[in-house]
């Protein structure tokens, strides 16, 4: 077995609250400084930035979770990661199919922008990203899980945005992979409020949306090699296979 050090929480320039410093190019350059193994995409209700960011990543060496952050119908941020091309465009066809009509003001919100290889921009989103598409969380674990991905509720200690801020309790047998803390809290204070959410594997990631923050909060993962099924084994602790909140990270 090897261990992984993992940044599963990662926004590029395309979400509206991304710096624009946040290229593929960039998000891969600082992973590769800061020893980051594992990379998850995970841009505001879109997924159309992991296919750039697996490519240039793969030259570093980094393996890549595509998927994106996606605000439920009760304004829960939920990440969503993906097997393959396919799984993912059949699933940015779903969030498309779902999103809000809020078109996105980038003077007050920012740029949502999709750029290819050499920074050029190709498409501009018109419609809101951050906005809560019409489904609710059980309607995108089910939608999630039929595509063979996985299902993590975000930072679910934030005041805002969050599964505990926005139902004030943890759903009887929500169907999650794991749960998500952010990198302001530890694993002990979680599980001192909320001691029902012992029974999930914990991870922890940065948020990023600025390349100094990228790293700020690991998950270390045990797989006997990196790919999208041995990180399913080691969110549910199979066969040797472990995930688990970096310590040394903080703030």
């Keep these: ?29 600082v992973a590769a400084e800061r020893g980051i193994d594992i990379l998850g995409v995970t841009d505001h209700n879109s997924t159309k930035h992991g296919a750039l960011i697996k490519k240039l990543a793969g030259k570093e060496g980094i ?9 439920t119908r009760e304004e829960i941020h939920c990440l969503a990661f993906f ?6 465009l059949r699933f940015q066809q779903y969030l498309d199919e779902h999103m ?15 750029i290819d ?17 019409d489904q609710s969380i059980d309607d995108v674990e089910e939608k999630v899980h039929a595509l063979g991905g996985l299902f993590i509720p975000a930072h679910i200690d934030r005041p805002g ?5 926005q139902l004030g309790f943890l759903p009887p047998g929500l169907k999650a992979d794991a749960l998500e803390i952010s990198r302001h809290s530890s694993p002990e204070e979680v599980l001192s409020e909320h001691p029902e959410v012992a ?11 600025f390349p100094e923050q990228l790293g700020s909060r690991t998950t270390l993962f045990r ?3 990196r790919s999208f099924n041995e990180i399913r084994m080691a969110l549910a602790g199979e066969n040797g296979r472990k995930a688990w909140i970096e310590t040394r990270a903080k703030g």
């Design 223 to 225: 797989l006997k090699t």
């Design 199 to 209: 029974k999930y594997c914990l991870i922890g990631n940065s948020d990023a949306h």
């Design 161 to 165: 945005m969050s599964l505990f801020s």
């Design 63 to 71: 393996f890549v979770l595509c998927g994106a952050e996606v605000t």
């Design 1 to 29: 077995m090897n261990t992984y050090r993992a940044d599963l929480h990662v926004h590029t320039l395309l979400s509206p609250c991304g710096d624009l410093e946040m290229s593929p190019a960039r998000i891969v350059e």
């Design 83 to 88: 097997e393959n091309d396919d799984t993912l």
């Design 117 to 133: 290889e050499e920074e050029m921009i190709v498409e501009e989103v018109e419609k809101l990203l951050f906005a809560a598409i």
């Design 100 to 114: 809000s009509d809020l078109l996105n003001d980038s003077h007050r919100f920012g740029y949502q922008v999709v």
